[in-house]
């Protein structure tokens, strides 16, 4: 399995930004599409994940309310909508894909691929 993510630049803060993420290769393989970030000299913590079938999402609370997982018809492909942005939020923002059960979604460990990440910068 393969994903790439796109969409990180520098923003300001208040800003909103999107990332996309597309996998291919193996898709059978995996139940669950996951957002990751890992700061600088910080351990890499859960961001948002949605299952590939029906609706089931999970947020962190940092980002619940500014933040949306989504996707649309592909659904191998995952959308990140981010609002009111913070230089917090400042971050590499990882794409992975597993099949975690949902209690278990927000544990790293729970997923088997992940892409390149993608680098997002909030300015103050």
């Known amino acids: 399995v393969n994903l790439v993510e796109s969409g990180g630049r520098l923003v300001h803060a208040g800003d909103s930004l999107p990332l996309s993420c597309s996998a291919s290769?193996?898709?059978?393989?995996?139940?669950?599409m996951a957002w990751f970030r890992q700061a600088p000299g910080k351990e890499r913590e859960f961001v948002a994940g949605?299952?590939?079938?029906?609706?089931?999402?999970r947020y962190a609370d940092s980002v619940q309310g500014r933040f949306t997982i989504s996707r649309n018809n592909n659904r191998f492909a995952v959308y990140l909508q981010m609002a009111d942005l913070t230089p917090e939020d400042t971050a590499v923002y990882f794409c992975?894909?597993?099949?975690?059960?949902?209690?278990?979604?927000?544990?790293?460990?729970?997923?088997?691929?992940w892409g390149q990440g993608t680098q997002v910068v909030v300015s103050a």
């Open positions: 992975a894909a597993g099949s975690p059960l949902t209690s278990q979604m927000e544990r790293a460990a729970s997923y088997f691929y």
């Open positions: 290769g193996g898709l059978a393989d995996f139940d669950t």
């Open positions: 949605r299952k590939t079938s029906g609706s089931s999402t």
